[in-house]
């Protein structure tokens, strides 16, 4: 997670782990960088573009040691104006992945990424699938009202207002 200023704040066991196994990217100052100038330069672009109120919500952005296959990809979303209860306000999530790699289900995805339960992620990935509330319902063995609470709680998690700006956010996480 990175900050108004672009300085990482917090991030994973997962992510810690990955700046030690993959010295591509590393923290300086505070800030995400790579061990290139030019890979440096585009991570910095993106985040400012992902910080600036009229920017853009998703940025890409692959990371190379020898092209044509990235190293890494880099995905950072801007998050929604919120209260936090850490000792600093995270602005920009970032996700980090290698394309080589065996890939992870969006379920697991989206359960690392903001901590849902399994049921909230099935409801999630129903919903993004484009799948409507009361087929949800019925499909979980779960009442309107259930579903509701679930969706209160996958909302508050993710920092989203409305089942649009969910779909949106989870579609281009894992899409």
């Known amino acids: 997670?990175?900050?108004?200023?672009?300085?990482?704040?917090?991030?994973?066991?997962?992510?810690?782990?990955?700046?030690?196994q993959k010295p591509t990217l590393r923290a300086v100052d505070d800030r995400l960088c790579s061990r290139t100038?030019?890979?440096?330069?585009?991570?910095?672009?993106?985040?400012?573009?992902?910080?600036?109120?009229?920017?853009?919500?998703?940025?890409?952005?692959?990371v190379y040691r020898t092209p044509p296959m990235p190293e890494l990809v880099l995905d950072l979303?801007?998050?929604?104006?919120?209260?936090?209860?850490?000792?600093?306000?995270?602005?920009?999530?970032?996700s980090i992945r290698d394309p080589r790699a065996k890939t992870r289900t969006g379920g697991t995805v989206l359960a690392d990424a903001f901590g849902l339960t399994p049921?909230?992620?099935?409801?999630?990935?129903?919903?993004?699938?484009?799948?409507?509330?009361?087929?949800?319902?019925?499909?979980?063995g779960v009442s309107q009202e259930t579903l509701k609470v679930q969706l209160k709680r996958i909302y508050h998690k993710t920092g989203c207002a409305r089942e649009a700006e969910l779909v949106v956010l989870i579609n281009a996480l894992i899409g």
């Open 1 to 20: 997670l990175l900050d108004e200023l672009g300085r990482i704040g917090a991030m994973t066991a997962a992510a810690e782990r990955l700046f030690i």
């Open 77 to 94: 979303y801007k998050l929604p104006p919120r209260d936090w209860a850490l000792a600093f306000v995270p602005r920009v999530l970032v």
């Open 37 to 62: 100038t030019e890979d440096s330069r585009r991570i910095d672009l993106a985040i400012r573009s992902v910080l600036d109120p009229e920017g853009a919500a998703h940025v890409r952005v692959p």
């Open 119 to 140: 049921a909230e992620t099935q409801v999630t990935l129903h919903l993004c699938e484009g799948h409507p509330r009361e087929r949800i319902a019925q499909a979980r």
